[in-house]
């Protein structure tokens, strides 16, 4: 019955949905009040109250952002230079998530990583609660407010790794993404104005004075936006460079700040 309704309502992956409802409703009344909700239309993570995400189950509330499977190459970038970026013990790598929504991200990339200092941030306040539930294992801190300004002054010049999955989908585009996105996602998790760049450009404007030495931004764009993101991130002083994943259609555009030259000693 539950599979005959979800795909009455258009369900595509009706089988799989269903198994993933009965596994995680507490009671039958609760399992009908579910699939209810998600044909009426509900993200399907919405309606169970979770995401999976590079294989962790992340705590997704309604009004939050579900992470995308394709933000995922951004986490195996951001993974692979952490722990590059690793120091002798008891040193941690400094990681913030900016734009976390549901803190995905900063929880994949603390658990993928030995030592983390994990810091978060979000302007929404459902995601800002969302995601201290999702971070508390790692320790993480979540501030609530507008990019950097929330964020603790100390981070300045200190940050390793930088991950901002930005809004960048072009105002006129909002629109004419998918239903589930449109009416359940917030406006301001998708929007990232006229070309789309909009805060892009501005996390990339103050990143070079929170990153360390070193250390890498990495934001998650579109393809078409590619050149014009390269541009931007170039011109704040950061050396960019593209990774892109056929499989996971999927851009991400990492800017490094320039390690400090070497001391020069000058001897008379
Ligand atoms: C595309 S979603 C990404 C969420 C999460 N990082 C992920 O990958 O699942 C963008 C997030 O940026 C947040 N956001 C948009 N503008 C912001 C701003 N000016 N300051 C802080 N967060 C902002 C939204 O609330 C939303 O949670």
Known sequence: MVIARLRAAGCVFAEDETELLIATARTPAELA???ERRALGLPLEHVLGWAEFSGLRVAVDPGVFVPRRRTEFLLGRAVALGRRAARPAPAPVVAV???????AVGAALAAALERVELHASDIEPAAVRCARRNVAAAGGEVYEGDLFAPL???LRGRIDILVANVPYVPSEEVGLLPAEAREHEPRVALDGGADGLDVL????AAAPQWLAPGGHLLVETSERQAERAVETVARSGLVPQVAVSDELHATVIIGTRPAEPAAVTVEE
């Open 33 to 35: 009040a579910m699939v």
């Open 97 to 103: 998530d900016l734009c976390c929504g549901s803190g």
């Open 152 to 154: 603790p002054a100390a």
């Open 201 to 204: 450009r501005r996390v990339t």
